[in-house]
């Protein structure tokens, strides 16, 4: 598909999650949000279920270069640095924005109970898991180093929630300094000033 139509498609489906939900947002909404027809969103998505999975995979790919550009700023940083740059890179402003909140909203519940949105979601929690146990294990054990990053994965995932379902919104740097705060504590006691060539996001 020409990346130009897919990104418009891709757009017009956080846009409908963000105006009616999930639920409402009928594949003749999102075709009309993306000024196309709906015969086109069926052909190359295969519906709805399709489209959302396309939405989240390129979420998650924004997700994903918003940690590595934050990371690549560091060069030779330490442990606490980049576990810093995985933190700030969560709440980039394009997982944030309210349809980017949504979309991730509609993504979670949905894959509670769609297979192949479900392996999606895994992966997400794996990669997460991944980088923060790799910079953890240059500090610390290695069973401390995974609890370590279960713990600040929850945390990051919680201030994100709640901020999200709040009233108000999430106040991102509010929840940055708390998640660093946080990040802080689990790193009490160890050298932090430790350095070595940077691994990729």
Not at 16 to 30: C, H, K, N, P, S
Not at 61 to 79: E, I
Not at 139 to 148: G, N, W
């Amino acid at each position: 598909m020409e990346p130009i139509r897919r990104s418009q498609l891709i757009k017009a489906t956080m846009a409908a999650i963000d105006e009616v939900g999930l639920a409402d947002a009928t594949v003749l909404r999102i075709a009309r949000h993306a000024g196309v027809s709906a015969g086109i969103i069926s052909h190359y998505f295969g519906g709805k279920d399709g489209l959302l999975e396309a939405t989240m995979r390129q979420i998650l790919t924004d997700l994903g270069q918003a940690v590595a550009a934050r990371r690549g700023q560091l060069k030779d940083g330490s442990p606490r640095d980049h576990l810093g740059a995985i933190i700030d890179g969560n709440f980039d402003r394009s997982q944030i924005s309210g349809p980017a909140a949504k979309t991730w909203l509609a993504f979670w519940a949905s894959s509670m109970h769609k297979p192949r949105l479900q392996r999606l979601q895994h992966v997400n929690d794996q990669r997460l898991y991944s980088n923060l146990c790799c910079q953890f294990r240059r500090l610390m054990p290695h069973a401390a180093a995974r609890d370590a990053a279960r713990g600040l994965a929850a945390m990051i995932d919680g201030l994100w929630l709640r901020g999200t379902l709040s009233p108000e919104g999430l106040d991102t740097e509010r929840a940055r300094r708390l998640a660093h705060a946080y990040l802080d504590q689990l790193l009490t006691g160890y050298d932090t000033s430790l350095a070595s060539t940077k691994e990729t996001a």
